[in-house]
C-alpha cells in the first residue's frame, strides 16, 4: 500500500487539474462526435516531432545495413523500449483493457500468457539470433540451409504474420479516430496508410525504432496516469484496489464472477493451446526478431529483453487496472453511455482505455491519450511494414528471385516499394476488417506465428541433424495446419461465416499445428538421406560455434 | 568462417565448457518458466474456484490476482537472473576463448 501512498501527491495534483477541466462545462456529453481539438493538436505535435525524426534518420539511412538494422548501433536500453512499444499494440493497449473491462479476470490471463514469453526468447534465441542474423529471421533459418526453398518459406510465413498483425491495428486506428478526432473511418485509415509509408521509406529502421521508442515512452506514462488516476477516483481516493474491485462487482453485470477466471480457458486442452500460441508466437513475430538485429552484439541482445520484460509487465499491470477502472467509473455513467455499443459505453470496449481517461483526466487526458494511441498504431504499424518490406526484398528479391547477386541499392530500392505496396494494403484491409474485437484477432495471428515461424527457428538454431528437407516440411505443415485449424475453428467458422458448429473445437490450434511442425522437421529430417543432408549436418559446426561465441558475427557499424 | 578457426574453437575445452553451462541453464530457466506458467493456467482449467476464492476472510480481491501478478513479476526476475549469470560466466568464457583462437 505504501506504493500507492507514496504516488498520492501527484495523483492528487492529476485529478485536480482534471476535475477543474470537468468542472468547465460538461462537454463530453454535447460534443459526442465533435472535433476533439486537445486531441488534434497533441496528435499533430507527434506526427511533427516523428517526421523531424524521419528526416534526421533519411540523413543517416544510406545502406542496407542502415535500411534494415538501423546500422546495428542501437543500445539494449533502447531496443528494449522499442520492443516494449511493438508489442504495447493498440491490441494489447485497448483490446486487454477492454477485454477486463468486459470480462474482469481473464484479461489478466491473456497478459500472463503474452509476457512469459519473453523469458524464453532470451534464453533461447535472443542472442543466438543475433549472432547468427543479419537483417531477417529467415537469415537464420536459411544459414546452412538451401537457400532459395528456405528463404520462400519463412518469406511467406512472414508476410502471412504481418498482414494478419496489420488487420488488427488497422481496424483498431479506424475505431480510434470515429470516436476521438470526429473523422470518418476510412480517412483515419489513410492517414495512418500514409504516415507510416513516409516514416519506413525515408527513414528506414532507424527512424522505425526512434518513432517506437518515443511512443512507448508517452503510452507508458499515459498509462500510468490512467491507471493511478482511475484507481485513486475509483476507490474514494484511498488508493486501495480492494475498494475498487468492491465498487466494480457492485456494478458490472456479471457481478463477483469479473474476479476469479471465466470463460476464456475452459478445457485444459484450449488452455495448453492458447497458452502455446501467446508464448511461442512471440517468438516467431518478423517485427519482433528483427529487432534484434538493431544492436551491436548478443550481450546488447539479451539486456533489450531485460528491459523489454520489465515494460511490458509493468504496462500489463496498468492495463488490468484500467480495466477494472473502467468498470467503475464508465459503468451506468450517461457520459460515456451507449446502449447500442458493446459493453455500453461509447466505441466498444476496445474503448474504455480512451473512455476512462476522459474520465480520469478531462477533455486534455482524453486528447493526449487519443493522440498516444493513434501514434502506438502508427510506430508498430511502421514495425510491422519493415518487417514485410524486408521479407520481400532481403529475402524474396535478393536472395530467391535474384540468387543473391544484387545491388544493396537496388535491394533498397525494392524494400521502399515493398513498403508503399504493404501501406496500401494496410489501408485496404483497414477499411475491409471492422466489427472484430482485435485482442482476439491478434490471438489469431500468434498461433500461426507459434506454428510456422517458430519451430523453424528454433530447430535451425539447437537441432544439429536438421536438413533442408525437414525444415520444408515441418514449415509448410506448420503455416497451413494453424491457418487451416484456425478457420475451421470456433473464431472464424462458427463465429465471422456463421456456418454452424465449428469442424475444429480449439479457438487457438497451436498445441496441434505446433506437434505437426516440430514432428514434420523431425520425420523429414531423419529421413533425409541425401549427399545434400550430409553437408548440412556437418555445416552445424561452424554454425553452432558463431552461434555460440559471437565469433564471425556481423558486427555493428561503425558510426 | 575458415574451418581451421572453427577447429580450434572446438578442440578448446574452454568451447565446451561454454556450451554445456549456457545450454542446460537455459533449458532449465525456459523449464522453470513452462512450469510456473502451466501451473498458473492448468488450475484455470481445472479448479477455477481456487483462484476465485477471497484472498481473506470477507474480501472482495481473490486468490488469482496476487498469483497472476506474481508470475508477472517472476518472469521478469528470472530475465535478471539470467542476466546476472550470462555477464558473470558466459561472457567471461566467451572472452577467454576469443583471446586464445583470434
Given at each position: 500500500?505504501?506504493?500507492?501512498?507514496?504516488?498520492?501527491?501527484?495523483?492528487?495534483?492529476?485529478?485536480?487539474?482534471g476535475?477543474a477541466?470537468?468542472?468547465?462545462?460538461?462537454?463530453?456529453?454535447?460534443?459526442?462526435?465533435?472535433?476533439?481539438?486537445?486531441?488534434?493538436?497533441m496528435?499533430?505535435?507527434?506526427?511533427?516531432?516523428?517526421?523531424?525524426?524521419?528526416?534526421?534518420?533519411?540523413?543517416?539511412?544510406?545502406?542496407?545495413?542502415?535500411?534494415?538494422?538501423?546500422?546495428?548501433?542501437?543500445?539494449?536500453?533502447?531496443?528494449g523500449?522499442?520492443?516494449?512499444?511493438?508489442?504495447?499494440?493498440?491490441?494489447?493497449?485497448?483490446?486487454?483493457?477492454?477485454?477486463?473491462?468486459?470480462?474482469?479476470?481473464?484479461?489478466?490471463?491473456?497478459?500472463?500468457?503474452?509476457?512469459?514469453?519473453?523469458?524464453?526468447?532470451?534464453f533461447?534465441?535472443?542472442?543466438?539470433?543475433?549472432?547468427?542474423?543479419?537483417?531477417?529471421?529467415?537469415?537464420?533459418?536459411?544459414?546452412r540451409?538451401?537457400?532459395?526453398p528456405?528463404?520462400?518459406?519463412?518469406a511467406?510465413a512472414?508476410?502471412?504474420?504481418?498482414?494478419?498483425?496489420?488487420?488488427?491495428?488497422?481496424?483498431?486506428?479506424?475505431?480510434?479516430?470515429?470516436?476521438?478526432?470526429?473523422?470518418?473511418?476510412?480517412?483515419?485509415?489513410?492517414?495512418?496508410?500514409?504516415?507510416?509509408?513516409?516514416?519506413?521509406?525515408?527513414?528506414?529502421?532507424?527512424?522505425?525504432?526512434?518513432?517506437?521508442?518515443?511512443?512507448?515512452?508517452?503510452?507508458?506514462?499515459?498509462?500510468?496516469?490512467?491507471?493511478?488516476?482511475?484507481?485513486?477516483?475509483?476507490?474514494?481516493?484511498?488508493m486501495?484496489?480492494?475498494?475498487?474491485?468492491?465498487?466494480?462487482?457492485?456494478?458490472?453485470?456479471?457481478?463477483?464472477?469479473?474476479?476469479?477466471?471465466?470463460?476464456?480457458?475452459?478445457?485444459?486442452?484450449?488452455?495448453?493451446?492458447?497458452?502455446?500460441?501467446?508464448?511461442?508466437?512471440?517468438?516467431?513475430?518478423?517485427?519482433?526478431?528483427?529487432?534484434?538485429?538493431?544492436?551491436?552484439?548478443?550481450?546488447?541482445?539479451?539486456?533489450?529483453?531485460?528491459?523489454?520484460?520489465?515494460?511490458?509487465?509493468?504496462?500489463?499491470?496498468?492495463?488490468?487496472?484500467?480495466?477494472?477502472?473502467?468498470?467503475?467509473l464508465?459503468?451506468?455513467?450517461?457520459?460515456?453511455?451507449?446502449?447500442?455499443?458493446?459493453?455500453?459505453?461509447?466505441g466498444?470496449?476496445?474503448m474504455?482505455?480512451?473512455?476512462?481517461s476522459?474520465?480520469?483526466?478531462?477533455?486534455?487526458?482524453?486528447?493526449?491519450?487519443?493522440?498516444?494511441?493513434?501514434?502506438?498504431?502508427?510506430?508498430?504499424?511502421?514495425?510491422?511494414?519493415?518487417?514485410?518490406?524486408?521479407?520481400?526484398?532481403?529475402d524474396?528479391?535478393?536472395?530467391?528471385?535474384?540468387?543473391?547477386?544484387?545491388?544493396?541499392?537496388?535491394e533498397?530500392?525494392?524494400?521502399?516499394?515493398?513498403?508503399?505496396?504493404?501501406?496500401i494494403?494496410?489501408?485496404?484491409?483497414?477499411?475491409?476488417?471492422?466489427?472484430?474485437?482485435?485482442?482476439?484477432?491478434?490471438?489469431?495471428?500468434?498461433?500461426?506465428?507459434?506454428?510456422?515461424?517458430?519451430?523453424?527457428?528454433?530447430?535451425?538454431?539447437?537441432?544439429?541433424?536438421?536438413?533442408?528437407?525437414?525444415?520444408?516440411?515441418?514449415?509448410?505443415?506448420?503455416?497451413?495446419?494453424?491457418?487451416?485449424?484456425?478457420?475451421?475453428?470456433?473464431?472464424?467458422?462458427?463465429?465471422?461465416?456463421?456456418?454452424?458448429?465449428?469442424?475444429?473445437?480449439?479457438?487457438?490450434?497451436?498445441?496441434f499445428?505446433?506437434?505437426?511442425?516440430?514432428?514434420?522437421?523431425?520425420?523429414?529430417?531423419?529421413?533425409?538421406?541425401?549427399?545434400?543432408?550430409?553437408k548440412?549436418?556437418?555445416?552445424?559446426?561452424?554454425?553452432?560455434?558463431?552461434?555460440?561465441?559471437?565469433?564471425?558475427a556481423?558486427?555493428?557499424?561503425?558510426? | 568462417m575458415?574451418?581451421?578457426?572453427?577447429?580450434?574453437?572446438?578442440?578448446?575445452?574452454?568451447?565446451?565448457?561454454?556450451?554445456?553451462?549456457?545450454?542446460?541453464?537455459?533449458?532449465?530457466?525456459?523449464?522453470?518458466?513452462?512450469?510456473?506458467?502451466?501451473a498458473?493456467?492448468?488450475?484455470?482449467?481445472?479448479?477455477?474456484?481456487?483462484?476465485?476464492?477471497?484472498?481473506?476472510?470477507?474480501?472482495?480481491?481473490?486468490?488469482?490476482?496476487?498469483?497472476?501478478?506474481?508470475?508477472?513479476?517472476?518472469?521478469?526476475?528470472?530475465?535478471?537472473?539470467?542476466?546476472?549469470?550470462?555477464?558473470?560466466?558466459?561472457?567471461?568464457?566467451?572472452?577467454?576463448?576469443?583471446?586464445?583462437?583470434?
Amino acid at each position: 500500500m505504501s506504493l500507492w501512498k507514496r504516488a498520492f501527491p501527484a495523483i492528487c495534483l492529476m485529478f485536480m487539474a482534471g476535475s477543474a477541466l470537468a468542472a468547465g462545462g460538461d462537454l463530453g456529453a454535447v460534443q459526442k462526435a465533435a472535433v476533439n481539438v486537445p486531441a488534434i493538436i497533441m496528435f499533430l505535435v507527434f506526427v511533427a516531432a516523428t517526421l523531424g525524426i524521419t528526416y534526421w534518420a533519411a540523413q543517416r539511412t544510406k545502406t542496407a545495413k542502415d535500411f534494415y538494422a538501423a546500422g546495428g548501433g542501437i543500445t539494449g536500453f533502447q531496443n528494449g523500449l522499442a520492443i516494449a512499444g511493438d508489442y504495447m499494440s493498440a491490441a494489447s493497449f485497448l483490446g486487454i483493457s477492454g477485454l477486463v473491462f468486459l470480462n474482469g479476470y481473464d484479461g489478466l490471463i491473456f497478459s500472463v500468457g503474452w509476457l512469459v514469453g519473453w523469458p524464453i526468447i532470451m534464453f533461447l534465441i535472443a542472442e543466438q539470433l543475433r549472432n547468427l542474423g543479419k537483417y531477417t529471421y529467415a537469415d537464420i533459418v536459411a544459414y546452412r540451409f538451401e537457400r532459395v526453398p528456405m528463404r520462400s518459406l519463412a518469406a511467406t510465413a512472414a508476410l502471412v504474420v504481418v498482414v494478419l498483425y496489420l488487420i488488427g491495428q488497422m481496424v483498431g486506428a479506424g475505431k480510434l479516430i470515429q470516436v476521438l478526432f470526429g473523422l470518418d473511418y476510412v480517412y483515419a485509415v489513410i492517414i495512418v496508410g500514409i504516415l507510416i509509408i513516409m516514416y519506413v521509406t525515408f527513414g528506414g529502421m532507424l527512424a522505425t525504432t526512434w518513432v517506437q521508442i518515443i511512443k512507448a515512452g508517452l503510452l507508458l506514462s499515459g498509462a500510468t496516469i490512467i491507471a493511478l488516476g482511475a484507481l485513486y477516483l475509483a476507490s474514494d481516493g484511498s488508493m486501495s484496489p480492494e475498494r475498487m474491485f468492491q465498487k466494480a462487482v457492485e456494478v458490472h453485470p456479471k457481478k463477483g464472477a469479473i474476479m476469479g477466471p471465466g470463460a476464456l480457458v475452459t478445457s485444459p486442452i484450449e488452455s495448453i493451446s492458447l497458452g502455446l500460441a501467446l508464448m511461442f508466437g512471440t517468438a516467431g513475430l518478423p517485427h519482433i526478431l528483427m529487432r534484434f538485429f538493431t544492436v551491436g552484439n548478443a550481450i546488447e541482445a539479451r539486456k533489450s529483453v531485460f528491459y523489454a520484460t520489465g515494460w511490458i509487465g509493468y504496462f500489463y499491470i496498468l492495463t488490468f487496472l484500467m480495466g477494472f477502472g473502467a468498470i467503475v467509473l464508465l459503468t451506468g455513467n450517461p457520459e460515456f453511455a451507449d446502449a447500442a455499443a458493446v459493453g455500453g459505453i461509447k466505441g466498444g470496449q476496445n474503448m474504455a482505455a480512451v473512455n476512462l481517461s476522459a474520465a480520469v483526466g478531462g477533455n486534455i487526458l482524453l486528447g493526449f491519450i487519443s493522440a498516444v494511441a493513434f501514434a502506438t498504431i502508427l510506430a508498430v504499424v511502421s514495425g510491422l511494414t519493415l518487417a514485410g518490406a524486408s521479407a520481400i526484398s532481403h529475402d524474396l528479391y535478393a536472395n530467391v528471385w535474384a540468387h543473391g547477386n544484387v545491388d544493396e541499392q537496388q535491394e533498397v530500392r525494392v524494400s521502399k516499394i515493398a513498403t508503399v505496396v504493404l501501406g496500401i494494403i494496410a489501408i485496404l484491409l483497414g477499411i475491409a476488417f471492422e466489427k472484430q474485437n482485435i485482442a482476439y484477432l491478434v490471438a489469431l495471428t500468434f498461433s500461426v506465428a507459434a506454428s510456422a515461424n517458430f519451430p523453424i527457428l528454433l530447430m535451425s538454431i539447437y537441432y544439429s541433424k536438421m536438413t533442408t528437407r525437414g525444415a520444408l516440411i515441418g514449415g509448410w505443415l506448420g503455416l497451413i495446419s494453424a491457418t487451416v485449424l484456425v478457420i475451421v475453428g470456433p473464431t472464424v467458422w462458427k463465429e465471422i461465416l456463421q456456418l454452424g458448429d465449428p469442424i475444429f473445437p480449439l479457438k487457438y490450434p497451436a498445441l496441434f499445428s505446433m506437434t505437426i511442425a516440430f514432428l514434420g522437421i523431425w520425420i523429414g529430417s531423419i529421413t533425409d538421406t541425401s549427399e545434400r543432408a550430409k553437408k548440412e549436418h556437418e555445416a552445424f559446426i561452424a554454425q553452432d560455434v558463431r552461434c555460440q561465441t559471437g565469433i564471425g558475427a556481423e558486427g555493428a557499424a561503425s558510426h | 568462417m575458415q574451418q581451421d578457426l572453427v577447429h580450434a574453437i572446438k578442440s578448446n575445452p574452454k568451447y565446451h565448457e561454454l556450451v554445456s553451462k549456457r545450454s542446460s541453464f537455459s533449458w532449465i530457466m525456459s523449464v522453470v518458466m513452462l512450469v510456473i506458467y502451466y501451473a498458473f493456467i492448468l488450475t484455470i482449467a481445472y479448479d477455477k474456484p481456487l483462484l476465485a476464492a477471497p484472498l481473506w476472510e470477507g474480501a472482495t480481491m481473490t486468490v488469482g490476482i496476487p498469483v497472476g501478478v506474481a508470475v508477472i513479476v517472476f518472469a521478469f526476475a528470472l530475465t535478471g537472473i539470467y542476466i546476472q549469470r550470462a555477464n558473470a560466466v558466459f561472457d567471461k568464457l566467451t572472452r577467454e576463448i576469443k583471446e586464445e583462437v583470434l
